[in-house]
């Protein structure tokens, strides 16, 4: 049966972009395979936290994800450090990769430039999503476009670690959206959104007030054209509104071109702010209803637990591979 395994890190206010491009997907995929979804906390410690914020941040995650509409009784909903044989197979695996290889890791280049010291965990961090997504025997990987380089060297792993000690791991496909994989900034619509983006002007939170979203969709950067069409080269930021439209509203691009054919861009982002208010404000109350913390700490138990009986498995069937006693 087809398993996916995809994560996010509890950094961060999730934006609209891990909606459309992440969470929206999640709750699709938990329909037609076997989903385990996860919230990586240790991913996030590759970088300085607070520890408060941290604890917090990835309990909101978790509620995100059933907000959005992830049911645990279909998928496996669980945080990561609740399952140990993450970073157990993690190690392992580091001893089967090579430094080339993660040194040609844009996303490594791209964080610590600049930085004078950087953790060692940032560096070595894509062994441990190779760990994460071998881990459950995954044959999809739900991921988006600046994320391929990652499954890429999972794949490249995995089969190095067949070659060598046999049939052990199952090689991943990545999964991407083919649109709206990646929805871009308000204020720079040649940029992806970013939960970590300065200006709050360029990211709309799930969980923000619909009065703090529509100015910023009001404001968002268009062209002098005031012509409605879909050209992400010459029209990023009207594409872009397109987009983000489409998914929420579940139209075609090209039946909203036609809507608003002859019309300018206000009309187009007053109806925007409508329909994102409507599908927004439906996750805003589940998300609001997940208050009881005993109860989202119960369903984070009992699908790790359902996690554990995979990874262990997974787990002992490396060390029997790589000749590491077991009593």
Not at 115 to 134: E, F, N, R
Not at 175 to 203: C, V, W, Y
Not at 267 to 274: F, G, I, M, R
Request: hydrophobic letters at 40%; one cysteine or more; proline letters at 3%.
């Amino acid at each position: 049966m087809k398993r996916v395994f995809s994560g996010v890190q509890p950094s961060g206010n999730l934006t609209i972009g891990n909606y459309l491009g992440a969470l929206k997907q999640f709750v699709e995929l938990q329909n037609e395979s076997e989903a385990l979804y996860c919230v990586v906390d240790l991913h996030a410690i590759t970088v300085p936290q607070d520890p408060d914020d941290l604890r917090r941040r990835s309990r909101e995650i978790a509620k995100l994800y059933l907000a959005c509409g992830v049911d645990p009784n279909k998928a496996t909903v669980f945080i990561q450090s609740h399952v140990k044989e993450h970073a157990e197979l993690g190690w392992l695996l580091q001893c089967s990769s090579y430094m080339g290889e993660l040194n040609r890791m844009t996303q490594f280049k791209d964080k610590s430039e600049g930085k004078q010291s950087v953790q060692v965990g940032l560096y070595t961090y894509p062994v441990l999503m190779a760990a994460d997504i071998l881990l459950y025997d995954a044959t999809h990987v739900p991921v988006g476009d600046d994320q391929k380089q990652h499954i890429e060297l999972t794949r490249d792993i995995a089969a190095r670690f067949n070659g060598r000690f046999g049939e052990t791991f199952v090689i991943p496909e990545p999964q991407i959206q083919e649109f709206g994989a990646r929805i871009m900034a308000l204020d720079e619509p040649t940029k992806k959104m970013s939960k970590s983006a300065e200006n709050e002007g360029a990211r709309i939170a799930i969980l923000e007030d619909p009065s703090v979203f529509k100015k910023k969709i009001m404001r968002a950067v268009t062209d002098t054209e005031n012509e409605i069409r879909f050209d992400e080269e010459n029209k990023p930021g009207v594409s872009n509104l397109l987009t983000i439209y489409s998914l929420f509203a579940g139209e075609s691009v090209d039946t909203l071109v036609a809507r608003y054919q002859g019309q300018g861009y206000g009309n187009l982002k007053k109806d925007l702010v409508e329909v994102m208010t409507d599908k927004l404000g439906a996750i805003q109350q589940r998300y609001n209803e997940l208050s009881d913390t005993d109860e989202l700490d119960k369903i984070l138990a009992a699908s790790a637990e359902r996690a554990r009986t995979i990874a262990e498995r997974t787990v002992n069937r490396v060390k029997d591979a790589m000749g590491l006693v077991r009593l």
